[in-house]
Nanobody, 127 residues
């Protein structure tokens, strides 16, 4: 069964850093684009960052310069390094597999281009 398992979420202070991990099983991640999404209470799920098979990275404007997405095909995993965390970054963070090798044009606006999702890892930023 295809699975994603996220880890690394935690309670962190304002301005702090966290590194989220996403481990894939039952498929090889190197054939797919991967994205991180997040969902805060009462809000819709939103795309945060996406990385293609060719390591082309895309970021939403609200995390650009603070977050870095990466992949390690040898470990069949993807990562999200989050620095300078803000209160607005508090959310449940998910990784998701793209239906293709790239990050689709509308990757950040809709979850539809992604077919498999993890259960999420909670990030809470305290002030």
């Amino acid at each position: 069964q295809v699975q994603f398992v996220e880890s690394g979420g935690d309670l962190v202070q304002l301005g702090g850093s966290l590194r989220l991990s996403c481990a894939a099983s039952e498929f090889t991640l190197d054939s797919y684009g991967v994205a991180w999404f997040r969902q805060a209470p009462g809000k819709e799920r939103e795309g945060v960052a996406c990385i293609s098979v060719g390591n082309v990275r895309n970021y939403q404007h609200f995390v650009k310069g603070r977050f870095t997405i990466a992949r390690d095909n040898a470990k069949n995993a993807a990562y999200l390094q989050m620095n300078s965390l803000k209160s607005d970054d508090t959310a449940l963070y998910y990784c998701a597999r793209s239906r293709s090798r790239i990050c689709p044009k509308n990757w950040g606006a809709s979850p539809a281009p992604f077919d498999y999702w993890g259960q999420g890892t909670q990030v809470t930023v305290s002030s």
